[in-house]
């Protein structure tokens, strides 16, 4: 039941090391969260928003792995 959305957070998390800054990594962040609410049964509107700002403020956040180029 749950496979689909850890697989999807698997990948985007792969992913993430590959986006340069702050709008690319908030882009991202936006599509996976919408996809992953979608595939969940919530909002993908919410999961966009809510991805979209983790993605954007990561950097800000000192999160390993999210370091612009």
């Known amino acids: 039941m749950y496979t ?6 698997v990948a985007l998390t792969g992913l ?3 986006l340069a800054n702050n709008t690319e990594r908030g882009v991202a962040g936006a ?12 909002s993908p509107v919410t999961g966009a928003v809510i991805g979209g700002a ?3 403020f990561c950097h800000d956040l000192n999160l390993p792995g999210c370091k612009n180029k």
């Open 4 to 9: 689909k959305p850890i697989l999807l957070l």
């Open 16 to 18: 993430s090391g590959c």
């Open 31 to 42: 599509a996976g969260g919408a996809v992953i609410a979608g595939v969940t049964g919530g």
């Open 54 to 56: 983790a993605g954007y």
